[in-house]
């Protein structure tokens, strides 16, 4: 009697570890395929630009583009004295190609005196387009200091490049 009653339990654990195992076959094969289902269907975020820290770079020759960043390059000049012109250069995502984007660049400058960035020069652009690599110009002549780009884009958070100081 005992040996029935051993391999009806027996029997019993066995169903119920069978229903257990395809309970949870089951229910791991649900979701993977709802995480494929919603990873698969998902729209990706547009692409949004990122405030870079100030920090203490040497700028360095002709940098590629990249976007959310501000990279910066110095142009050899073949005049003499201090005259030096320096190239902001970025990538801008437009969320909607079918509109235009504005955007403005903004060389600032270090003001010991006020410990803040004070504007020294600026300039406005835009574009219409899904993306688009910008580039600014500029020049600085006999005004050492520190100085730093800003990339301000509508509708987004402004991107700012390394400082970089102007010795002459």
Same mark, same amino acid.
């Given at each position: 009697m005992?040996?029935t009653?051993s391999?009806? &339990?027996l /029997?019993s #654990?066995t +169903?119920?570890? %069978?229903r257990?195992?395809v =309970?949870?076959?089951?229910?791991t094969?649900?979701?993977?395929?709802?995480?494929?289902?919603s990873?698969?269907s998902?729209?990706?975020?547009?692409?949004?630009?990122?405030?870079?820290?100030a920090r203490?770079?040497p700028?360095?020759?002709q940098?590629p583009?990249?976007?959310?960043k501000?990279t910066?390059s &110095?142009? /050899?000049? #073949?005049g +003499?004295?201090? %005259?030096?012109?320096y190239? =902001?250069?970025s990538v801008?995502l437009?969320?909607d190609?079918a509109?235009?984007?504005?955007?403005g660049w903004?060389?600032?400058r270090?003001?010991?005196a006020t410990?803040?960035w004070?504007t020294?020069?600026?300039d406005?652009?835009?574009?219409v387009g899904?993306?688009?690599?910008?580039?600014?110009?500029?020049?600085?002549?006999?005004n050492?200091?520190?100085y730093r780009?800003?990339?301000?884009?509508?509708?987004?958070?402004?991107?700012?490049?390394?400082?970089?100081?102007?010795?002459c």
């Amino acid at each position: 009697m005992s040996t029935t009653r051993s391999a009806a &339990v027996l /029997a019993s #654990g066995t +169903a119920n570890a %069978a229903r257990l195992f395809v =309970a949870a076959l089951a229910f791991t094969s649900a979701y993977v395929g709802f995480s494929a289902y919603s990873s698969a269907s998902s729209t990706p975020e547009p692409a949004r630009t990122v405030t870079l820290s100030a920090r203490e770079a040497p700028i360095t020759e002709q940098l590629p583009a990249q976007a959310g960043k501000v990279t910066m390059s &110095v142009l /050899a000049d #073949g005049g +003499a004295g201090c %005259a030096k012109s320096y190239v =902001a250069r970025s990538v801008l995502l437009n969320p909607d190609p079918a509109e235009g984007v504005t955007y403005g660049w903004r060389l600032a400058r270090w003001s010991p005196a006020t410990k803040a960035w004070r504007t020294y020069m600026v300039d406005h652009d835009g574009f219409v387009g899904a993306a688009r690599t910008v580039e600014w110009r500029t020049q600085i002549t006999r005004n050492p200091g520190w100085y730093r780009v800003e990339l301000a884009v509508e509708g987004a958070k402004t991107v700012t490049s390394d400082r970089f100081q102007v010795s002459c």
